[in-house]
């Protein structure tokens, strides 16, 4: 693909609570008791019932505007991630190009991360009835777990739970209906999931993470193994978020410096690893190093955040970041796009960021990370590619079912498209229907219809 030049009602809180802001600066981010300890979750939940709104400015950023759902790939929802049917009911063919998503699908439930209270799963899009009072401004979903933000700064969670990814204070292995998270800190305006964990961002720059610490994902200095007994291994998970305290750096001689009054100002989660963005657009990573995704040019676990260098020896500013199950992607101030990591099974790895040259000269509005797959929408284009296996969601049609380039998906050639978003096998388009020639290709785009 050649590169392209730029072109020129919610109830105040029942009771505050004193010494808030001493509450805030808790590295266990609330005031629940650890797992074991007698519990008084009823009296503190009541105690800090969604507050105000955030700001309007903020909740500005969360509003695509008005449009329409494309969807491609697999959506044989319980074929998910399986390597065979084997116990699935329902076998549909792959969308191998974009199609209409007029209301008739949507998504495998077999742990309840859908939230409505079964393991049933649904066939069209269905109201969480129990948010149906909430205005929910986004959601993050894990391997089999989902949370929810609400315009309050609330964050509410459901679906798996074994290793206390819905921070909701214990190890209930599942989660039937959402349930508000055990924190009590100042406002989330954003949150993520990675595989077996979660991450939320609060309004005032922290970070707080909660489930699984295997590869030090969480931040906490630990990874969280201890022996059962001689012969069995387990993890003290984190069943509650706690705040990420420390940000480093390692200098030529490889001596840790840390890093004082970090700001986070946004993030993204792979698999097992995390990077975030500080309010001077430094990034940071840590979590599973495995072939680069960290970018710190080597393939070290890091336990606490830790600064990628190599941004700074280019002189250049973070401004977004995107993380798949084994990649990392930044954009940087000057718009290039780089990848570190692997989002292909063969071949070199990037153990630091490369820019992706086919993307040079494009303007960027939204990129959706997957398994191996990236489709990212810019300049009124659809961009993608993917190792096999893919499964349709690059959109590019049957005859090429993947790419290890960069291609254009010429179908959508001319559409305003806001957000991309993509699931292991899936991929879904929001488009602004709103434009004239947008709507003209929409509306002659195929319909999905179970």
């Known amino acids: 693909m050649s590169s392209k030049r730029k072109p020129d009602g919610t109830k105040k809180a029942v009771k505050k609570r004193k010494n808030s802001e001493s509450n805030y600066d808790s590295d266990l981010s609330d005031e629940y008791p650890r797992a074991g300890e007698p519990s008084t979750r009823e009296v503190v939940v009541e105690e800090l019932r969604p507050m105000e709104k955030l700001p309007e400015e903020l909740l500005a950023v969360y509003d695509k505007g ?60 269905t109201q969480v009835a129990d948010l149906a009072d909430f205005n929910v401004i986004q ?35 599942t989660i039937t209906s959402p349930t508000r998270i055990s924190y009590n800190g100042p406002p989330i305006i954003k949150v993520g999931c990675g595989a077996e964990f979660s991450v939320i961002l609060d309004i005032k720059g922290n970070l707080h993470t909660f489930g699984l610490p295997e590869y030090g994902q969480l931040g906490h200095n ?3 193994r201890y022996f059962v007994n001689s012969t069995k291994m387990s993890f003290h998970f984190e069943t509650q978020p706690r705040k990420v305290l420390v940000y480093m750096e390692k200098n030529k001689e490889g001596h840790v410096l840390p890093i004082e009054n970090v700001n986070i100002i946004d993030f993204a989660c792979g698999n097992n690893h995390t990077v975030a963005i500080d309010s001077k657009n430094r990034a940071y990573s840590w979590g599973f190093g495995g072939i680069g995704r960290l970018g710190h040019a080597e393939q070290k676990d890091e336990m606490v955040p830790r600064l990628i260098k190599f941004f700074d020896t280019q002189n250049r500013k973070v401004m977004r970041v995107f ?15 780089y990848l570190f990591g692997q989002n ?17 000269g494009w303007n960027i ?9 990236i489709v990212i929408s810019a300049d009124d ?13 690059l959109g590019l049609g049957d005859l090429q079912k993947s790419s290890s380039t960069p291609k254009e998906v010429t179908r959508m050639e001319g559409m305003k498209i806001p ?25 002659n785009l195929p319909e999905f219809v179970v």
Request: proline share 4%; net charge positive.
């Open 344 to 360: 292909k099974k063969t071949g070199e790895a990037n153990m630091y960021p490369k820019p992706v040259q086919d993307l040079a």
């Open 139 to 173: 959601a993050a979903c894990g391997r089999n777990h989902t949370l929810f933000l609400t315009d309050t700064g609330t964050v509410y969670a459901c679906g798996d739970n074994k290793s206390g990814q819905c921070g909701v204070g214990n190890k209930l292995p």
């Open 419 to 443: 957000m991309v978003a993509l699931g292991y096998s899936h991929s879904m388009l929001l488009v602004n229907t709103e434009h004239e020639k947008t709507k003209e290709k929409y509306d």
């Open 381 to 393: 284009s659809l961009i993608a590619w993917g190792a096999s296996p893919t499964y349709g969601e």
């Open 365 to 373: 509005t939204s990129i959706g990370t997957g398994y191996t797959s």
């Open 222 to 224: 630990t990874d969280g």
């Open 323 to 337: 993380c798949g199950s084994s990649y990392s992607l930044a954009i940087s101030d000057i718009g290039s796009l």
């Open 66 to 125: 008005p449009g329409k759902l494309l969807i491609a790939g697999m959506v044989s929802w319980e074929m998910t991630g399986k390597r065979d049917s084997k116990g699935v009911t329902k076998i549909r063919p792959n969308l191998f190009t974009f199609h209409r998503f007029t209301g008739e699908t949507v998504g495998r439930n077999q742990l309840s991360q859908l939230g409505h209270g079964d393991t049933v799963t649904c066939e069209k899009p």
